[in-house]
């Protein structure tokens, strides 16, 4: 029965990384499904606009989710840090660093690379979450100040996922993340 929920809960983890990579590729009449657009203030949320002068509506979504997660989090406990956490995702989907390195430094290098590919990766999705990454290849290659916080973001981004991914790994759950500290509260 363990093993089981294993297995679902690492393929629960494939498809939540595929969705975190691919929903900013995802298009809908033109536009990006989810992304916001910062130059126009707009976020763009499966073919529905939403105007900066309309975001009380996403604060309601937020308050909303908060409590529905605080709700989750009484009744079901660690669901969220087990299941659906992308910190835990991403540390499961580079179980490969871990083993490498009790292998030494032979093995260590060629998973810290393929740590630093899937950085890269996952940094330039992240960034999609705010400039099309449809248009992004050429905004790039025009240059300019909108050129160099884009590419800085993506270098700065990949730089802290693979430092994340390389070396606090679980680590950071126990000593920075908020939400760890707010079910600790949660359960006192």
């Not at 629960?12 to 990006?32: D, K």
């Not at 909303?64 to 299941?83: A, K, P, S």
């Not at 993340?177 to 359960?187: D, E, I, M, R």
Request: hydrophobic share 60%.
């Amino acid at each position: 029965m363990i093993r089981k929920f294993h297995v679902l809960r690492r393929l629960t983890g494939a498809v939540l990384l595929a969705i975190l990579i691919g929903i900013p590729f995802l298009r809908i009449g033109g536009e990006s499904a989810f992304r916001f657009d910062v130059p126009s203030l707009r976020l763009l949320f499966f073919g529905t606009e939403i105007w900066m002068a309309d975001f009380f509506i996403i604060l309601i979504a937020v308050i909303f989710l908060t409590f529905f997660t605080l709700f989750t989090t009484t009744v079901l406990g660690r669901v969220w840090c087990g299941w659906l956490c992308p910190q835990t995702v991403l540390v499961d989907a580079t179980t490969f660093v871990e083993i490498a390195r009790k292998r030494g430094a032979a093995a260590a290098i060629p998973a810290a690379a393929a740590g630093l590919v899937m950085s890269a990766v996952i940094a330039v999705s992240l960034v999609g979450y705010f400039v099309s990454p449809y248009d992004m290849p050429s905004l790039l290659r025009t240059g300019g100040t909108t050129a160099r916080i884009v590419a800085g973001s993506i270098i700065v981004l990949t730089v802290l996922l693979f430092l994340n991914l390389v070396a606090l790994r679980r680590r950071f759950c126990a000593t920075a993340c908020p939400y760890a500290k707010l079910q600790s509260v949660l359960f006192d």
